[in-house]
């Protein structure tokens, strides 16, 4: 018992570190793409395919959330995504020295027109965007392995223009050997002392 409370302490006081993950429809130092630009971290896994940043040919649809600075929408073709079918868009995340199971990240996406689930490594998480016109948040926080992470967004249209926009809010994990901070150290301090009296009085 007495070991689970110190490392119940210690891994709260760890310091994180923010994780790499890119949203929809941005390069490498995250500037968004010109429209029909090919997005670099999202790939078409079923089927195998290409994720365009949308809006060349056609435009985007006056309902969808406009494009901004931050995320595009991203779909099959590059013009506004038309047709009826259905994808599972692809990006990942590296946890290399990173304590993989204390990974955290939160976003938001929008689809056109459903978005059925986000797997972490082909596992649900159940969470779903119904659509094109606001975001739906989302958390991953479990699923992560050591290493490259998939994380899999399911999409699908029933005609007309289709597409998925994706923005991570929050990404971050604790590093592997990650020391506490010296208010850490204190807080497990305090903690055992605390401990210590209850359980003195417990004896008496």
Excluded: C
């Excluded at 793409?33 to 395919?49: K, Q």
């Excluded at 494009?67 to 047709?83: L, R």
């Amino acid at each position: 018992m007495k070991k689970l409370f110190y490392l119940s302490i210690l891994s709260v006081a760890l310091s994180a570190a923010p994780l790499t993950v890119f949203n929809t429809g941005v390069g490498p130092t995250n500037v968004v793409l010109v429209s029909g630009s090919t997005d670099p971290h999202y790939v078409g896994v079923t089927p195998a395919s290409t994720a365009f940043v949308l809006g060349l040919t056609a435009g985007l649809p006056g309902t969808w959330i406009p494009n901004n600075s931050v995320s595009e929408w991203v779909g099959p073709d590059q013009g506004d995504g038309t047709g009826v079918y259905s994808r599972i868009y692809r990006t990942t995340v590296d946890l290399t020295g990173f304590n993989f199971s204390t990974a955290g990240i939160a976003g938001r996406w929008a689809t056109d027109n459903t978005g059925t689930d986000i797997l972490v490594n082909t596992t649900s998480t159940s969470q779903t965007s119904s659509t094109f016109a606001a975001f739906t948040n989302f958390t991953l926080n479990s699923g992560f392995v050591a290493g490259i992470n998939n994380i899999d967004f399911l999409w699908s249209n029933s005609g007309g223009p289709g597409g998925l926009r994706v923005e991570f809010t929050s990404a971050q994990a604790t590093p592997l050997g990650a020391i506490p901070k010296p208010g850490t150290i204190a807080l497990m301090l305090g903690g055992v002392a605390a401990l210590g009296f209850f359980r003195r009085k417990q004896l008496f």
